[in-house]
Each structure stands twice: as structure tokens, then as C-alpha cells.
């Protein structure tokens, strides 16, 4: 390993001198050692004196950063580190190369799965568009199977006026009066049957309600048909002076004519598929007829004569 050593000055030669007085202490020698191409990564400083102006000093961050250049340079010319270096780039490169395939597949695995959700929205919108459809072709076809109704007569068992006090106690004329209604029901549908109700059957002289009876809920099956008989009833209704026809002739009833009418509504519900699809028919029916004392207990044909709406 070479050694380097520095010549003595003329000053120093002549601070030998015994002669002459001593000036300053003697300095110290030093060394300085030069790095080998063998051990770049290692470096030795010397010490220099603080009163030396001419003497180089290194800084220790410059020489941190030659250092790592020096071991980076080293380790890419070395051919064992070379080898390193490739393997971690052709690692780092499959790595790269499987995350990309992870997120193509679950790109591929999301846009499925969306698929899949479309899908079966539009497979439930198409449902529900059929079924729509469906039920509004029943609907459309049940509303034309009206069912047919026909009062066909009725008959009034007794009619009776007689003096009497109503529930205040005031005097007046009290009507009693007993019937009974026939009508004919038909359900044409040939697919469903239809619930039956009716509002109260009424007899009526001009405003006044002087008889009412009620029709018991029933069932009528597909293409089928049956007769209704109500009896509609009035007891001790009070008059007031209002029929003014039987003012005279309580004692000759026989020759009474009091003209009434017959009014009510029937209900039909028809549940075409179950409660979903459902029909419903209303029928307003309105019967003039004359009540006379000399046909008591004998029909009175209204087939011509009601109004139904």
C-alpha cells in the first residue's frame, strides 16, 4: 500500500535551531492513506490540525453520498448482483402481471354478476307486464257477462189503515202493509261465479216509505240461475195525512188505488282471480206499480214495467 509522506519546511528546519527561541509547539504529522479499487466501500480520514489552513477537509455527507453511489455502482457491475437484479424485475413484473389478471377477473366477476341482476329485472318486469296483461284480458272479458235481473212480479198480502198514535203520542192514521217481491236472477259468466247483495227493497207513496224488507246475500254459480222472493213489510207507519187517497174510503179498501214505487239497488262481485281480478255490477231497479184494494193476494206483472239502470 503506498504512503505518501510530506517534506519539512525551511521553517521547521530552522525552528531546530537551538539558537533560536521556540515559536510554536510542534505540529504532528499525519497520514493519509489512499483508498483501494479492492475496498472502494471503505474510507479512512486523517486527522488534520484546526490551525492548518492549507489542509483539505472532507465532509462527512459528501462522503456518505460517495459512499452509497460507490456501493450502488458495485453491486449493478458485480455480476452475482446483476442476477439479483433481474430476478426481483422479473418478479416484480409477474406480480405486476398476476394483480392486473386479479382485477380482470374481477372486473369480469362485477360485470356478471350486473348481468345477472339485469337479467332478472328485466325477467321480473316481464312478468309483471304479462301478468297485467293477463288480468286485464280477464277483467275486459268478465265485465261483459252482466248478470241478468228481472222482477218479475209482485203480490200484496194485505193492506190495512187504521186511527193510532205514533211514538209521541200523536194521533193519526197507522198503515199496515204486507208483500211479497219475485225477482229472477241469471249469472252468464262462463268462468266465474258472482257474490249477490241488494240494498233494502222499498215501497214508496210519492216520499214516503211505507214498506222495506231486506235480501239475504247469496252465491250464484257460473252459467246458472235462480228466483228471489222477498217479503217487504209495513207496520203501523204513520200517515200524517199523507195518503189522501184512503182519506174516505177506510171502511171500502176495496175501491183504494195508491200508486208506489218499487226501488232498490243489487250488487254483484264476481272474483275472476281471486281477490287480484275482481268485477263488480251495480243495478239500480225502479217498479211503478199501483196497489188496489181489489187485487190483494193477486201478482201484479212488472216484467214490462221496471227501469233498470
Known sequence: MPVTMHAKSDSEV?????????????????????????????????????????HYHCSPIHHS????????????????????????????ELRAAADAEDEDEDDGFYSAGDRRVR???????????????FSLILWGAGRSYKPKIIVKDVVFRSFNIQAGMDQTGVPTDMLSLNSTIKISYRNPATFFGVHVSSTPVALYYYQLKVA?????????????QRTIVMVVLGHQVP??????VV???KDHLE??????????????RGYILGKLVKVKFL?????????RGDRLSKPHKLVDSCIYK
Open 212 to 224: 222495506s224488507g231486506q235480501m239475504k246475500e247469496f252465491y250464484q254459480s257460473r252459467k246458472s
Open 14 to 54: 530552522t525552528s531546530l535551531d537551538p539558537s533560536s527561541p521556540p515559536r510554536s509547539p510542534r505540529r504532528p504529522l499525519y497520514y493519509v492513506q489512499s483508498p483501494s479499487q479492492h475496498d472502494a466501500e471503505k474510507m479512512s480520514y486523517g486527522s488534520s490540525p484546526l490551525g492548518s489552513p492549507n
Open 65 to 92: 453520498r460517495e459512499s452509497s453511489t460507490s456501493r450502488f455502482s458495485a453491486s449493478i457491475k458485480n455480476p452475482k448482483h446483476a442476477t439479483t437484479w433481474k430476478k426481483i424485475h422479473r418478479d416484480l
Open 247 to 249: 182519506g174516505g174510503a
Open 239 to 244: 200517515l200524517y195525512g199523507g195518503v189522501s
Open 119 to 133: 337479467l332478472y329485472l328485466c325477467l321480473a318486469l316481464a312478468f309483471v307486464l304479462l301478468f297485467t296483461v
Open 283 to 291: 243495478k239500480s231497479i225502479r217498479c211503478p206499480v199501483i196497489l
Open 255 to 268: 175501491k183504494v188505488a195508491v200508486p208506489m214505487n218499487l226501488t232498490f239497488v243489487m250488487r254483484s
